[in-house]
């Protein structure tokens, strides 16, 4: 998921949001790796 939206991104598109994160984030570690890794305003 946080390929696909760096990958996004890098193409120059700027308004890029993720959808139902709750099916990719289950742990805490998985939501620190994704808030590190990804723009607050994407979810």
């Known amino acids: 998921m946080v390929l696909a939206y760096q990958t996004v991104r890098a193409t ?15 742990t805490e570690k998985d939501r620190k790796y994704l ?6 305003s994407a979810y």
């Not at 808030?35 to 607050?40: E, F, L, P, S, Y």
Request: charged letters at 30%; proline letters at 0%.
């Open 12 to 26: 120059g598109l700027t308004k890029v949001r993720l959808g139902n994160v709750e099916v990719f984030v289950r």
């Open 35 to 40: 808030m590190a890794h990804v723009d607050r």
